[in-house]
């Protein structure tokens, strides 16, 4: 198991299998985001791509997502969902 010193959790933790994105920005992230963070990235991204109606051909909607990413695994305020309760939280 590859572990790298995570960037959002300041541990070690197991690191991803490759790197997610070709390139230096792919590189970067391989070396620094645990498997952990980068899932919960994914989920987040998700949610901001389908609540904020973002197009991933846009530049723009790639710049911010980008930028939101930066935020998140930095630990820094990111956007939130409006909305959005995490299931832990609803109630039925």
């Not at 933790?13 to 990235?41: C, H, M, N």
């Not at 609540?51 to 820094?76: C, V």
Request: proline letters at 7%; aromatic letters at 8%.
């Amino acid at each position: 198991m590859r572990t790298v010193n995570c960037i959002k959790y300041k541990t070690e933790l197991e690191g991803l299998d490759r790197p997610p994105y070709p390139g230096p920005k792919g590189q970067e992230i391989f070396d620094t985001v645990s498997k952990k963070a980068w899932g919960e990235w994914l989920s987040h991204q998700t949610m901001l791509i389908n609540e904020k109606h973002l197009n991933m051909i846009d530049p723009a909607s790639r710049a911010l997502l980008n930028e939101e990413m930066t935020q998140f695994m930095s630990s820094t305020q990111h956007a939130k969902v409006e909305g959005y309760v995490p299931e832990s939280k609803k109630s039925d």
